[in-house]
């Protein structure tokens, strides 16, 4: 009921603000005709006296009266006139349409777009049951956010919708508030540890490995943080101690765990010393050279992993030789970087870095970024900073 009287208040309000300068009537114009009209009246009067008075000839006075009483009868006709004039019936005809049409045409179109049963919904609710219209659902949460800052389960239930849908940095940033306020819990541990590792292209930090090594502490038999923690000591070249963390989630797995299959591929992978090019790692650095073509990336999925492993390092190598030319090509010194991390040469990561360092020294911008990915990467800095 109260949303319908105050629909009914802006209605007239707007009403009245459009029907004010329609109720004006135009005061010179119809000023002037008046006037003429009383003036020509009175000299008709004033010739009528001067006649009487001897004052003026009877053949002039008809003559003057002849001329008044014609330039009385058209003030007249012109005043007449101006009370049905087009200009009078449109403002009518508009009155009308503020005062009538305009509130029912309103009317309809609500009551036909509208949802006025729609009862009103917690931000939690929404949320958790978006429908189709997702992105005004986050538009809304966004501005409630805005303006209730400390509502943690608002970003709690934000962060992972971020995530869904490709927004890594906004997500990130929705986990942390969701953190700060509600406190540390496995999933959202987790699900900040999974921003910042798509945001490093797949790499596993070690701001990354904090939070899971954090969530895993809060549950010990937590498969999510353990495989990223097995998948960071395969991506440092520890192969041994990977194989036998991913055995063991598999030896605490139910045997229906929907993620098992990727866990057994990826011990049977590092059974076969493939390493972190297998299962998908390959094409990691590929895309981190960012030198593929589309026929390079289909011949990739048909390659086996040797020939795969191959192919990537010749791309790696001839961005090497591309680096040596030109040293001043920064983002090719953070790819090549990553790639030597993704296949496994560390030693060849280390040397990149120090020679980076020598085109861009560690106190420039350029060389701040280099070593913050080197210690993301795990990559000995001390020695690259002399």
């Known amino acids: 009921m109260f949303f319908w009287i105050l629909v009914a208040i802006l209605t007239a309000a707007v009403a009245v603000v459009l029907l004010l300068p329609l109720l004006r009537r135009p005061p010179v114009a119809a000023g002037d005709t008046g006037h003429d009209v009383e003036v020509y009246r009175d000299q008709l009067e004033e010739l009528k006296r001067d006649e009487a008075s001897g004052l003026i000839g009877a053949s002039e006075a008809e003559f003057a009266r002849a001329e008044v009483a014609r330039r ?138 904090k939070l899971l090594e954090q969530s895993l502490a809060l549950q010990p038999d937590n498969p999510r943080a353990g495989y990223y923690l097995a998948l960071a000591l395969e991506q440092e070249g520890k192969q041994a101690e990977a194989r036998a963390a991913f055995e063991a989630l598999v030896a605490k797995a139910p045997a229906d765990a929907p993620w ?49 492993q191959q192919m990537i390092g010749g791309m790696v190598e001839s961005l090497a030789e591309k680096l040596a030319e030109n040293p001043d090509n920064f983002e090719g010194w953070m790819r090549i970087i990553r790639s030597y991390v993704v296949l496994d040469q560390r030693p060849k990561a280390e040397a990149a ?22 210690r993301d990467l795990s990559i000995s800095v001390e020695d690259s900073e002399q």
């Open 72 to 209: 009385l009868i058209a003030a007249s006709n012109a005043e007449k006139k101006q009370r049905t004039s087009p200009a009078s019936r449109r403002n009518r005809l508009a009155q009308a349409f503020v005062i009538v049409l305009l509130p029912a045409t309103g009317l309809c179109l609500y009551l036909a777009t509208g949802r006025p049963d729609l009862p009103a919904q917690p931000l939690a609710e929404r949320l958790a049951n978006p429908g189709t219209d997702i992105s005004i659902l986050i538009a809304r949460a966004e501005n409630h956010l805005a303006q209730n800052p400390d509502d943690g389960e608002g970003w709690d239930l934000l962060a992972p919708i971020y995530y869904r849908n490709g927004r890594m940095e906004d997500a990130s940033n929705a986990y942390a508030q969701a953190i700060r306020i509600l406190g540390a819990s496995t999933d959202r541990l987790d699900g900040q540890a999974e921003t910042q590792i798509a945001l490093a292209n797949g790499i596993i930090t070690a701001d990354a490995r």
């Open 260 to 308: 098992l299959p990727l866990v057994k591929e990826r011990i049977a992978a590092l059974s076969q010393g493939q390493g972190s090019v297998a299962q998908g790692q390959g094409s990691v650095a590929v895309g981190q050279l960012g030198n593929p073509t589309a026929d390079d990336v289909a011949a990739a999925q048909d390659m086996s992993a040797g020939d795969r």
């Open 353 to 374: 870095l120090k020679t980076a360092l020598k085109t861009f020294p560690a106190g420039s911008d350029n060389g701040k970024q280099l070593l913050a990915l080197a």
